[in-house]
């Protein structure tokens, strides 16, 4: 029973889509705030100043966003290690000890992979359980 992962081109699509949605929104609202306080035509000069070198350098971010995922991932590095090595109830047990964790134990295991992977395979050989 193990979960579907997403490989790294289904990553790089969603992260590719995300970073499009949030470059338009955030375009989007800084063009509204600053026509309540902006005269239309500072606003609209502006806005033609900063449109063309977004229009350029769009394919290049993109490039970028798709080469290296890995910058953008929403999760830990060790997450999709951790998907790939375990069961649905090994990651239960795992989440169950993880809640025990004092904060900042949480927040070196974040940022350290090899110090949560040797965590993990503790509590895994700790509370396996053979039926």
Known sequence: HRVAVDTSADIARKTQDDARQILTWV????????????????????????????????????KFVSRHPEFFEQYPRWYQQLLNVTDRDER????????????????????????????????????NQNP
């Open 27 to 62: 375009g989007a609202f800084a063009y509204v705030f600053l026509y309540w306080y902006l005269d239309p035509t500072v606003l609209f000069t502006i806005g033609m100043i900063l449109l063309f070198p977004i229009i350029g350098l769009h394919q290049p971010i993109l």
């Open 92 to 127: 239960r047990r795992i989440a169950y000890l993880w809640l025990f964790l004092p904060p900042a134990t949480r927040m070196i295991y974040n940022v350290n992979t090899p110090s949560f992977m040797h965590w993990m395979e503790q509590v895994l050989l700790t509370v």
